[in-house]
Nanobody, 123 residues
Framework: VQLVESGGGLVQAGGSLSLSCVAS????????VGWYRQAPGKSRDLVAC????????ADADSVKGRFAISRNVAKNAVYLQMNSPKSEDTGVYYC?????????????????WGKGTPVTVSS
């Protein structure tokens, strides 16, 4: 089982960036997926999630209206579209999944994690 994130990099505030998380060894459709962010010196935060148990999605208040999570079943991938990023969105972004169908806000208990992709938003 492996999760590989990509798409991170340097982006200007107000621009856009799309992160990808590709899975191998399992299929996303039966798993809940969360995108988490860890800023330097800060704890890990849940940014956006997609629950498989009821097909709902949710975004953190800090990114609501700017970020969106989506799935591509054919490519067995999950994406995080980041629009109008702000400097406070800087951090390492991780993709995590859980077969319970739910996402854990603090991330503890999620079954599998990727290694992360760094995002730097310049102002």
């Amino acid at each position: 089982v492996q999760l590989v994130e990509s798409g991170g990099g340097l982006v200007q505030a107000g621009g856009s960036l799309s992160l990808s998380c590709v899975a191998s060894g399992f299929t996303f459709d039966a798993y809940a997926v969360g995108w988490y962010r860890q800023a330097p010196g800060k704890s890990r935060d849940l940014v956006a999630c997609s629950m498989s148990v009821d097909q709902t999605e949710a975004d953190a208040d800090s990114v609501k209206g700017r970020f969106a999570i989506s799935r591509n079943v054919a490519k067995n991938a999950v994406y995080l579209q980041m629009n109008s990023p702000k400097s406070e969105d800087t951090g390492v972004y991780y993709c995590a999944v859980d077969k319970s169908g739910y996402v854990f806000i603090d991330g503890y208990g999620m079954d599998y994690w990727g290694k992360g992709t760094p995002v730097t938003v310049s102002s």
